[in-house]
């Protein structure tokens, strides 16, 4: 069973919390890629694209007696970044997993050792990481959570609402999450879905938490515009601009009181430290497959926690391996923003894991079994998937 696998004798117990390597090597014997496609519940849109038809790459990772999963969260199209379903399958298959499969590594840190070579790709990299965190946290025998440095047993959460053609059917939405008990409700926002809609959302709801996603919709000359949002009261506006600016967003953060958050243009703890130099913004959205796993996840949490910034965990419209993935990580300490984590059913008739994410009164709970604490349902995986390759 993935949730208790046997802890092999010889392994010695560690701090759970500890930032070192394991000092026992490990070694993936066998990885496993599958391709299954998952359809959510309405289509998704945002202002750079949109989806409803997922094409999720699932990992499975097994060594030493142990298994991790994890999922890569590329999408179909590269309109939110350039890795897409295809390109992570090209570079994992090519180059990725024959550079890692049947090598000693000490852990989640240096198991993409042997393949710094490859440029980018960090989607593609980060499904491998993070399925040697599961399988590092279940050698210790420990919630991921528990592996990563985890503090919380449950981790404030809010949902991400698609662009919408007109305002009822967006009120009638952000009702419903409302009546479901998210802390916080994101609004996807561009050019004429942006001040009016919004301002109607704040008089209706005088008292919820809001804030907005551009997806890179605006440029430095909208920044009248922008300003107006100062009104609303929004808890921050996403990355209102390019994908790959930081110039531009520290003029835009000088001149507005709305805090500015990045999520496309950050994708490493490099790219915080030229955000917090010039300014860029003064939150982060740390989505693990963005920044090339969870170890640099958690180097970015440190850094914005070390400045008095606040983060929270991102979402990739995930199936539940990749919501395991991001619960851990957000029950960091540094993590006191809702995250991007939305219950399973927010998304999917029916998830992979049981059981399935679920949210009350606001919050999710990190699972507490071991690895990423839930049970994939392998046999529908294996039924749903359309293509497999397979290393040893
Ligand atoms: O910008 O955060 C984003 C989904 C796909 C691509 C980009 C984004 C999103 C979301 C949804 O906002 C977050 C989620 O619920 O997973
Ligand atoms: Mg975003």
Redo the contacts with the bound molecule.
């Keep these: 069973s993935p949730s208790s696998p046997p802890t092999p004798l010889g392994r010695r117990p560690h701090d759970a919390a500890s930032n070192r390597p394991d000092s026992d090597p490990m070694k993936i014997e066998r990885a496993t890629l599958r391709e299954i496609p998952l359809r959510l519940k309405e289509f998704?849109e945002?202002s750079s694209g949109g989806?409803q038809d997922r094409r999720v790459l699932l990992l499975t990772l097994e060594g030493d007696g142990l298994e991790g999963w994890s999922e890569c969260v590329a999408?179909a199209d590269p309109s939110?970044a350039y890795e897409t379903t295809d390109t992570a399958w090209h570079v994992l298959t090519d180059f990725i997993l024959p550079g890692v499969v049947g090598r000693d590594f000490s852990g989640p840190e240096d198991v993409l050792a042997p393949v710094s070579w490859i440029r980018g790709h960090g989607m593609a990299k980060a499904a491998v990481e993070m399925g040697v965190w599961d399988m590092a946290a279940r050698a210790d025998g420990v919630s991921l959570s528990a592996k990563l440095g985890g503090t919380r047993a449950d981790v404030p959460v809010g949902?991400?609402v698609g662009l919408k053609s007109d305002d009822e059917a967006l009120h009638e939405q952000v009702e419903g999450f409302l009546q479901d008990g998210y802390a916080r409700v994101?609004i996807?926002i561009k050019p004429g879905r942006d001040v009016e809609m919004l301002s109607g959302l704040r008089e209706r709801y005088p008292n919820v938490d809001f804030m907005a996603?551009a997806?890179s919709a605006y440029t430095l000359a909208d920044v009248d515009r922008l300003k107006e949002l100062d009104a609303l009261d929004l808890m921050m506006i996403?990355?209102p601009l390019r994908y790959d600016d930081f110039l531009h967003h520290a003029r835009l953060q000088e001149r507005i009181e709305t805090a500015v958050c990045l999520?496309?243009s950050i994708k490493s703890a490099a790219d915080t430290e030229l955000a917090l130099e010039l300014g860029s913004c003064r939150i982060i959205?740390i989505?693990p497959g963005r920044v090339g796993g969870l170890a640099e996840s958690r180097r970015i949490h440190d850094m914005m926690q070390a400045e008095g910034l606040a983060v929270w965990c991102?979402?990739?419209?995930?199936s539940g391996v990749g919501r395991a993935h991001n619960v851990a990580l957000a029950s960091l300490p540094g993590f006191t923003l809702p995250g991007?984590?939305?219950a399973s059913s927010?998304?999917w008739e029916q998830d992979i894991v049981s059981p399935e994410f679920t949210v009350s009164d606001g919050t999710m709970a990190v699972p507490k079994g071991v690895g990423i604490g839930v049970e994939v349902d392998v046999e529908r995986v294996g039924a749903l998937t359309t293509r497999v390759a397979t290393f040893t």
């Design positions: 998704f945002i989806s999408s939110y949902v991400s994101k996807k996603d997806n996403e990355q999520d496309e959205n989505k991102g979402g990739m419209l995930e991007d984590i939305s927010r998304y």
